[in-house]
């Protein structure tokens, strides 16, 4: 019965989508389309100094929304710790992991890291940024905490470094308050030579925010999730 | 034959499918980790639909490195950073959702949720 109802929504769904919507969506002739997208082509070279338009308007156009997603994220990750540290735990007995994966992982973690950094750093020129490095950063986390139990995991120092990198996020937010522009997250710092490292302004500072925030985050999400696999943490020491 | 079967309509038609199918297993399926792929499938199948609204043809991404092709010829950056945005947020709720999976195995010992009591539809 269930399975029906669904086959009869989904068939609803598709048909609305496939007549109604696609003769919106997908026009006959696409390169009229006219949207905000123009005016932050034409101006975000010259507004924010950052070469790559989206990255302009996810932290400086959209910034205020970036540090609600931010906050989001956090919530996110405030709910699996609350969820997964009281309670009982599972006493799972695990095979040990091989030799040959566990040096491996040692071994990518510095790399993964470097990247992680790489994507980080260079946000405003090229695709990637804070979220992407973040979550790359993380992956090197998750890798070494699959393949090895004995890693020592110290989440009250990823909360402090994720409090501080929160902070400055907003700090860099309120000093444009202060500034001739008088608003929140003004780019006031002075834009560099476009297209090089060192420039569009408070750009790669706030990316660099965001990416030790989101890093530390899932880091410390996952290890949370990594509880229940080992037992609680007071028991394996 | 060749204009009814374009880029665009194979990527709506991507989206959609991926938003069906995720929905369906939502609704259908009884194994929580299955309801919540079905969430991941419908979430991809929005954010491709997102970044397909924003697409022009023949026009390149929105960064004006060296060697771009100037503003004209590029597509529309907005939907890509909305969904920037929704990824993140997907991933939090993956996330979450997850834990609430592995807190109902610990305390029901079933991931079935026609085995949940107070679960039943």
New interface residues.
């Given amino acids: 019965m269930r399975k029906l109802i669904g086959l009869i929504l989904i068939f609803g769904f598709a048909f609305y989508m496939f007549t109604i919507v696609a003769a919106i969506v997908i026009p006959s002739d696409s390169s009229e389309k006219k949207s905000v997208g123009i005016d932050i082509l034409q101006n975000s070279v010259r507004q924010t100094g950052a070469a790559n338009a989206v990255t302009s308007i996810v932290v400086l156009y959209r910034g205020f929304d970036t540090l609600g997603e931010v906050t989001v994220l956090f919530l996110s990750a405030l709910g699996i710790a609350l969820l997964m540290k009281g309670g009982r735990s599972f006493k799972h007995k695990t095979e040990d992991e091989s030799f040959i994966l566990k040096t491996g992982s040692h071994l990518l973690f510095p790399f993964m890291f470097l990247f992680g950094i790489y994507i980080i750093a260079h946000g405003h020129l090229t695709p990637g940024g804070g979220f992407p490095g973040g979550v790359i950063i993380a992956t090197g986390f998750f890798i070494v905490l699959m393949t090895s139990d004995v890693f020592k995991f110290r989440d009250y120092f990823l909360t402090i470094i994720e409090g501080f990198a929160g902070l400055s996020f907003i700090v860099l937010g309120i000093v444009g308050l202060f500034t001739p522009e008088k608003s929140f997250l003004v780019n006031f710092m002075n834009k560099g030579v476009f297209n090089t490292v060192f420039s569009a302004g408070i750009i790669p500072l706030i990316y660099a925010a965001i990416g030790i925030k989101v890093s530390s985050e899932l880091s410390g999400a996952v290890g949370n999730l990594f509880v229940s696999k080992y037992g609680r943490r007071s028991e394996n020491e | 034959m060749n204009n009814i079967i374009n880029i665009?309509?194979l990527i709506?038609t991507a989206s959609?499918g991926l938003?069906?199918i995720g929905?369906?297993l939502v609704?259908?399926e009884k194994n929580l980790i299955k309801i919540i792929i079905g969430l991941n499938l419908a979430d991809s199948g929005v954010n491709i639909?997102i970044v397909?609204?924003?697409?022009?043809?023949n026009k390149t991404?929105?960064?004006?490195?060296?060697g771009s092709l100037g503003?004209e010829n590029?597509v529309?950056?907005?939907?890509?950073?909305l969904v920037?945005?929704a990824?993140?947020?997907g991933?939090?709720?993956t996330?979450?959702s997850?834990?609430?999976a592995?807190?109902l195995y610990?305390h029901y010992g079933t991931l079935d949720i026609s085995k949940i009591r107070g679960l039943k539809w």
């Fill in positions: 665009e309509t709506f959609i938003v069906v929905i369906y609704i259908a639909f397909f609204s924003g697409y022009i043809k991404a929105p960064i004006f490195s060296k503003f590029m529309d950056p907005l939907p890509q950073a920037l945005t990824i993140v947020i991933f939090g709720v996330a979450l997850l834990a609430i592995i807190r610990k």
